[in-house]
């Protein structure tokens, strides 16, 4: 009798998924729930006329419905288990018996192919049961299902129906109202890991370690998939040549640099790999370096390729890495129902290397973290400390003295090539400071001035930024209405608007609540900066803001312009 844990090996057969298919209930792995209860029923003599196995490819579910027909009709049964050798289950496993009928239901799906299966199955067979096996059974057309349904509800006392399918979704409630349904699940990681040693040592093939667990990863849970990886790798002797490497494209993701971004996917895709594939190949390695940033002991990639993966996470940050994933999440979604999918994927991969195309809160987060990237490796000794800037997109007062005044000189190292020191600002005199609390007699242009002096800048980075693009239509204390340009920044500020209730609170000491309306004559983005020269020019006034007319105004134009007078107080820009 064959050993329980040695899997079944046919003579004349190369592939391994075939040569090492199980024959009995004691082979089968990973589906522990399923061998209960039809070994139990074969034991107990508890059939059932119906049943429907159902679950992902390549997790047994054929296999199974063979070993239960060679339980059913084996001449020396063992604990509700087939002997695997009488002729009854060779017969089966060469698939020459009587007593077993198969019918693909991907191929025969009419009307015609049902009625002959129904029509049979009144007939003798030499064995105690007669075993109809229906593959894809969610395939089958309405009059198909419909002609198997009535023979379903009363079978001849003989048969036994085995319905699989990988979308019992789609199979009739009728039909699976009257069967016994058994779910087949994916096959854990260890579990295919010790399948693959086992048909390694019956099979004496001269494999390593990183092989194994190579073809475990690419196997997804799925037995079949797995051996069939663990014979490509074999065959080509390296991963390299049996999946796309994407170092390349995630070098040029990191850098920023689209062209070459997209010469990495034109090379991938002459390369002969199918644009779905691509990406979903992608995501796979992808959600590896994911796994190792945030939970290393549930990522599967091993080796060298675990480190290589790693290294990625370390280059790629968290965020960076997540919205990797979204975005190409999205991509394959639309991929499906695109007319050229190749164009999907390249617009998918030129957002993910100019954050600028991209108008989501976190693209707006990740352009800023850039810019504080170039501006802090631009950055000089650490400059004398600066006055208070402005929250960014307002303008504040200024005072000006009636006499400048006149800095202490401070010695300065000596440099190889020493540049005039550029004149200082004029001091500035911080506002004082208003009572927290609104007053009765407060008016709204005072209002909106505390909001955005005092509440944008307790806001987030991200939140400044859409607030930047806003502009405030009214205020009285209670209720703040905000104005946007379009619908897509509307629907960003759901995200911001706790942090924003909060700030508010804050300041106001009283719940304030916060009103966006979408106005389409507002423009989309703050206004170009002014031309470059060597005095920096102010820019306009908002409107929103009270300034005194004989006083300066300091308006910072961009993001870019606030982090750069932040961390160089005093300089001025020459083209």
Not at 11 to 32: I, K, M, W
Not at 262 to 281: F, K, M, N, V, Y
Not at 375 to 393: C, E
Not at 495 to 521: C, K, M, N, S
Request: glycine share 6%; net charge negative; proline share 8%.
């Amino acid at each position: 009798m064959t050993d329980a844990k040695t899997p079944t090996s046919l003579d004349g057969v190369t592939a391994l998924y075939r040569r090492f298919r199980p024959g009995r209930f004691a082979e089968l792995r990973g589906q522990d729930h399923v061998v209960r209860a039809l070994q139990g029923a074969t034991r107990n003599g508890r059939i059932v006329h119906a049943y429907l196995f159902s679950g992902p490819r390549g997790t047994g579910k054929t296999t199974t419905a063979r070993i239960l027909a060679k339980a059913l009709n084996c001449e020396h049964p063992l604990d509700g288990d087939a002997c695997n050798e009488c002729a009854s289950c060779v017969a089966i496993t060469k698939g020459s018996s009587l007593d077993v009928v198969e019918l693909d239901a991907a191929s025969n799906n009419g009307v015609d192919d049902v009625r002959e299966i129904t029509a049979g199955a009144w007939h003798g067979t030499p064995g105690r049961w007669k075993v109809y096996i229906v593959d894809e059974v969610h395939q089958l057309s309405k009059s198909a299902s419909a002609a198997l349904l009535k023979t379903l509800e009363e079978p001849p006392s003989h048969v036994v129906f085995v319905l699989a399918t990988t979308d019992p979704h789609k199979v009739l409630p009728t039909i699976r109202s009257r069967t016994q349904h058994l779910e087949f699940r994916l096959i854990a990681g260890d579990t295919l890991s010790t399948l693959l040693h086992d048909v390694q040592g019956a099979a004496g093939l001269d494999v390593d370690e990183g092989t194994i667990e190579a073809a475990v990863r690419l196997g997804r849970g799925s037995a079949r998939d797995a051996l069939s990886a663990l014979d490509q790798l074999i065959a080509t002797g390296s991963l390299v040549d049996t999946q796309p490497r994407f170092d390349d494209l995630l070098d040029a993701l990191e850098r920023g640099d689209t062209a070459a971004a997209i010469r990495s996917l034109a090379l991938l895709l002459r390369e002969g790999w199918d644009p779905e594939q691509l990406a979903e190949s992608f995501v796979s390695d992808v959600r590896q370096v994911f796994l190792l940033q945030v939970a290393p002991d549930v990522a599967d990639a091993v080796d060298t390729d675990r480190q290589r993966l790693a290294d990625w996470g370390t280059r790629l940050g968290l965020a960076r890495t997540v919205r990797i994933l979204e975005t190409v999440g999205r991509a394959m979604r639309e991929m499906k129902s695109a007319p050229d999918k190749v164009v999907v994927l390249e617009v998918a991969l030129v957002r993910l290397a100019r954050p600028d195309l991209d108008h989501s809160i976190e693209a707006l987060d990740e352009r800023l973290t850039w810019l504080e990237r170039g501006v802090n490796r631009a950055a000089t000794p650490p400059p004398p400390p600066a006055p208070a800037l402005p929250p960014i997109g307002a303008a504040a007062t200024v005072k000006r003295e009636s006499t400048p005044r006149i800095p202490t000189p401070t010695p300065a190292p000596p440099t190889p090539t020493a540049a005039p020191s550029p004149a200082p600002s004029p001091a500035m005199t911080a506002p004082p400071a208003p009572d927290s609390r609104v007053a009765p007699d407060e008016d709204p242009e005072s209002l909106r001035d505390r909001f955005l002096t005092k509440v944008v800048p307790r806001t987030s980075r991200a939140a400044q930024l859409l607030l930047r693009s806003a502009h405030v239509r009214s205020f009285d204390g209670t209720q703040l209405v905000l104005v946007v340009a379009t619908e897509e920044l509307r629907q960003n500020t759901d995200r911001i608007q706790q942090g924003l209730r909060g700030a508010l609170e804050h300041e106001f000491h009283a719940p304030v609540d916060v009103v966006w309306e979408v106005d389409a004559t507002l423009p989309t983005s703050p206004a170009p900066s002014p031309t470059r020269s060597s005095t920096r020019t102010p820019a306009p006034v908002d409107e929103d803001v009270i300034v005194n007319d004989d006083d300066p105004v300091v308006v910072v134009d961009s993001v870019a312009d606030h982090l750069i007078t932040e961390m160089f107080p005093g300089a001025e820009e020459i083209s």
